[in-house]
């Protein structure tokens, strides 16, 4: 028998090295909030509930950045419009008073949740639809200008908290579920983060995603075979923007507070920096990214308070030795273990 049928395995499941690998990676997370009560460290559950809030947002942006090819040095703009959004609802809900006079308020996350992605979807058409009429160095610089003329403006809104911020005093409620129980928002997060990244990989996979791709190797190739390329272009931006909507309502719900501080600049920043830590164009790299870059942060904080000085050159060293993220170096750790 050829070795890759007895990869296979007998039940003809695929067991090959990075396959099996993320066929572990769900046990793991499921199993990870019942090791931290065991280990009496609740911590650990909310940290991993912030990782896996933000391999959404990071997962999302690759979707423009590692398969589109549009640097989009503005999503954060996204993750707060996601997240303003069940902190504005919340309020009206609490006062009893409509949004613009005719929307009601809600706790309920089965409103809120589809209400942050469609206004943060509307957020990305509208600024889509203007940046993709550039590209290169003035994409990235639109993307940033509008994320920060949006920053600005919730600064000014005095009624939602200007610089202040909002409280969310109450996580969204579910149907017969405890999201004020940290385990039980863990793996609301855990389910929506796997079927997101599932619906990003039928997404890749089909012809839309074949599309995307070979539009990000030539956009003139394409255009000359009919490809209508804005209009492309502009659907997996808005999807991306949805997706990091998604995670801007599901990290206001976490921290149950809201701030401008979730679209500045350098919120965009670290998204970016989680999709090339765990390599660009890949499903999962995103996800190591998050894991990776959060996981340092945490570590690095509590040794020291100077831990970005220590961080930089961390990140340098990685980008230099690992181009392809860190998600090359687990297939090729798997790959030698099983070659």
């Not at 090295?17 to 609740?42: K, M, N, T």
């Not at 469609?118 to 994409?139: K, N, P």
């Not at 995603?209 to 190739?221: D, F, Y």
Request: proline share 4%.
């Amino acid at each position: 028998m050829d070795r890759s049928a007895l990869q296979r395995g007998a039940l003809g499941v695929d067991l090959r090295p990075g396959r099996a690998l993320w066929l572990v990676a769900p046990v793991v997370l499921a199993a990870l909030p019942f090791v931290a009560d065991a280990l009496g460290d609740a911590s650990i559950t909310t940290l991993a509930t912030r990782i896996v809030i933000l391999c959404i947002a990071a997962a999302s942006l690759n979707l423009a950045l590692g398969y589109g090819g549009m640097v989009s040095f503005g999503h954060a703009a996204f993750l707060g419009v996601g997240g303003y959004t069940v902190g504005m609802l919340y309020s009206h809900f609490v006062a009893g008073a409509p949004f613009l006079g005719f929307v009601p308020g809600t706790d309920q996350m089965l409103l809120t949740l589809p209400a942050a992605m469609i206004a943060s979807g509307l957020a990305a058409a509208a600024i889509g639809a203007l940046s993709l009429r550039t590209g290169g160095v003035q994409f990235i610089m639109i993307t940033l200008a509008f994320a920060q003329m949006l920053f600005f403006l919730f600064v000014s809104l005095k009624a939602y908290g200007g610089d202040d911020g909002m409280i969310v005093r109450r996580r969204n409620a579910l149907p017969f579920l405890d999201t004020r129980n940290d385990t039980t928002f863990y793996f609301v997060c855990l389910v929506l983060a796997a079927a997101w990244l599932g619906l990003l990989s039928r997404i890749v996979g089909s012809r839309f995603g074949l599309v995307l791709g070979g539009i990000r190797q030539s956009e003139r190739r394409m255009a000359a075979l009919g490809v209508p390329i804005y209009r492309y272009k502009l659907a997996a931006f808005v999807i991306s923007g949805m997706g990091t909507g998604l995670a801007g309502a599901l990290l206001g719900n976490f921290s149950r507070f809201v701030s401008p501080d979730m679209m500045h600049w350098t919120q965009s920043g670290e998204l970016m920096i989680m999709v090339i830590l765990g390599g660009v164009g890949t499903l999962m790299g995103p996800v190591l990214g998050a894991a990776a870059l959060i996981g340092l942060e945490t570590v690095l904080a509590g040794w020291t308070e100077h831990w970005q000085v220590v961080m930089g050159p961390l990140l340098v060293l990685i980008v230099l030795y690992l181009p392809r993220g860190l998600g090359s170096l687990v297939s090729r750790k798997a790959g030698g273990r099983h070659g």
